[in-house]
T-cell receptor, first 115, second 116 residues
């Protein structure tokens, strides 16, 4: 089954404790992206990757890092989490050659709470 | 820069009644427009999209949307609400600038409650 898998589904941590949220897709997609969802603000892009070893900042990249060493994986790293990073996070991917008119495939989300 | 405004963060409809969710966008070039739906505890799924051609677009689950360039709108409708339509709906516009990284700009979302 074609899917985008995120782990963990829920995560509670404390300020300053490094964490990684994993994202993997099994569709051979080149484009992958991370969004955060906050009430009333919709989804905002954190980082995106056009292909292996090619990443760039989205609208809200501060406090986050990503890497793209393999096509299928695109982990989101919070080196020193802060309470304002408490949010619902989504990983998404798009089909190879897919332009802006193609749909995104979303993972089920990671609810992060930073105390 | 692109922006999307969804009027009403919460909408309550009776089962069988019309569902109307409003979306207005701003874009400096002809946009690609999308509606996504998010069911509880799930990721977003594409409902429908407008790219070019016919301005009335039909999607899944009986939803449709009409692109009105003069009004910069892309409202979503369904003639008869079903209990299973209870979800959050997001309008989104593609940022056509090359430097934008194939980004979708999302509206704030509208949560739909369906009353029996």
């Amino acid at each position: 089954e074609a899917q985008v898998t995120q782990n963990p589904r829920y995560l509670i941590t404390v300020t300053g404790k490094k964490l990684t949220v994993t994202c993997s897709q099994n569709m051979n997609h080149e484009y992958m992206s991370w969004y955060r969802q906050d009430p009333g603000l919709g989804l905002r892009q954190i980082y995106y990757s056009m292909n292996v070893e090619v990443t760039d900042k989205g609208d809200v990249p501060e406090g986050y890092k990503v890497s793209r060493k393999e096509k299928r994986n695109f982990p989101l790293i919070l080196e020193s989490p802060s309470p304002n990073q408490t949010s619902l996070y989504f990983c998404a991917s798009r089909a190879p050659g897919g332009g802006l008119d193609e749909k995104l495939f979303f993972g089920s989300g990671t609810q992060l709470s930073v105390l | 820069a692109q922006s999307v405004t969804q009027l009403g963060s919460h909408v309550s409809v009776s089962e069988g009644a019309l569902v109307l969710l409003r979306c207005n966008y701003s874009s400096s070039v002809p946009p690609y427009l999308f509606w996504y739906v998010q069911y509880p505890n799930q990721g977003l799924q594409l409902l429908l999209k407008y790219t070019t051609g016919a301005t009335l677009v039909k999607g899944i689950n009986g939803f449709e949307a009409e692109f009105k360039k003069s009004e910069t709108s892309f409202h979503l409708t369904k003639p008869s609400a079903h209990m299973s339509d209870a979800a959050e709906y997001f309008c989104a516009v593609s940022d056509m600038r090359k430097a934008a990284g194939n980004k979708l700009t999302f509206g704030g979302g509208t949560r739909v409650l369906v009353k029996p």
